[in-house]
């Protein structure tokens, strides 16, 4: 619906399909002249964790008619969606106290991945939010694009750069978990205990986990 002059009355009418529908896990409705109405509307369409399944994908670009009272709304549901991955939010004219509002729905959120805030109207104190966001609370955040703000580069690349270590951390969890699931020998290490191995007089290899 990218570029459709739907606005909240149109939204409206199309909400109780939408709602109902049994396999929408993308909506697009970017430059749709959507205003805060809209956007409560959206929210019942991402359903807190536990709940239906909902919107894996979400697209809201360049609705500037939404106020701050609107995107917290949002930051809101997407702090409690158990499916919600990718948010696109760029061109919307948010500035600081809205990405405030998102960084701590990205830190509770369990699931996004990827969030748009390209030409938001975000500066470095948006940026440092961020990055202390990034930096000390466990998120699933992977991508976080930031172009096009009042932003420097250094603190961009900071960002980047943490993103890129928690997904290589991520891999090589995944990785280790293959390994144990293709050896029920293996058991995982953990900070008060240390893998030995140790040799029967059958010649058998074991491995015992000693509390150290």
């Given at each position: ?21 049994p ?41 500037p008619g ?6 917290g709304?949002?930051?809101i ?7 919600l ?45 961020l ?14 694009i ?17 993103l890129?270590e928690?997904e ?7 990785r280790?978990?293959?390994a ?33």
């Amino acid at each position: 619906l990218h570029g459709s002059p739907l606005t909240d009355a149109g939204l409206a009418l199309l909400n109780p399909a939408l709602s109902i529908h049994p396999s929408l896990v993308a909506l697009d409705l970017g430059d749709c002249m959507l205003g805060d109405e809209g956007i409560n509307l959206i929210c019942g369409l991402l359903p807190p964790d536990g709940a239906k399944s909902g919107l894996k994908e979400l697209t809201l670009s360049a609705n500037p008619g939404v106020t701050s009272k609107g995107w917290g709304r949002l930051a809101i549901a997407v702090a409690h969606s158990s499916q919600l991955r990718v948010l696109n939010l760029d061109y919307n004219p948010l500035g600081d106290q809205v990405a405030g509002m998102l960084a701590v729905a990205v830190a509770s959120s369990r699931t996004l991945e990827v969030l748009d805030l390209e030409g938001t109207g975000l500066t470095n104190q948006s940026a440092q939010t961020l990055l202390d966001m990034v930096e000390n609370y466990p998120t699933a955040l992977r991508t976080l694009i930031l172009a096009e703000n009042n932003i420097s580069p250094e603190l961009q690349q900071q960002i980047s750069d943490l993103l890129s270590e928690g997904e290589e951390e991520e891999e090589t969890e995944a990785r280790e978990v293959t390994a144990r699931e293709k050896n029920p020998w293996l058991c995982q290490n953990n900070s008060s205990s240390q893998m030995v191995l140790m040799t029967s007089g059958l010649g058998d290899s074991l491995l015992a986990e000693t509390e150290m």
